[in-house]
């Protein structure tokens, strides 16, 4: 009788063991599997939101220090104008003197120059058009051109171009604009 209830006993035991490890086989994939990848989803989810932070973080400090220099940048912005673009009134003769006298100083026979007033309301400034002609050695245009783009006033070559001129001289065909205050 002994042997009997041992061996009763010990099937109630295996089946006790096997229920528990079908227990805990149903639990893993029932509860543990889905915390576990919440548990990653969450942890990807504040990892890319660190990351988001600290991108807002860095751009929060360079508005910061844009902000800081903006009060300078209105001054430094109408000082440029007031310096280097001059107003409507003035900027008919002085384009004209300024491309007169870089063609002297280069050496250069001036054709006549056309002026072209462009205004745009979508842009700040007005710009005058410039197409001019002049003829001379080659390195005399090299140093008109370099002149003309490196003068003080706010001036934007678009496009040159040379030809063959007279008496085996180059033509320096070129268009620019000035830009001047509305």
Known sequence: MRRNRRK???????????????????????LLRPLRRAAAEKKQEVGQTRSRIQDETMRVESLKRYLAALPTASADIKAFVHEHVPPRRWIFSRASGLVRRLAEQSDLQLSPVSYRLDSSPAEALERLGVELTVEGTFSNLLRFAHSLETANEFILVRDFTFQPGEKGRLALRMTAELYLEP
């Open 8 to 30: 009763v006993f010990f099937r109630i035991m295996e089946g006790a063991a096997v229920g528990l490890v079908v227990l805990d086989a149903l639990l893993y994939g029932a």
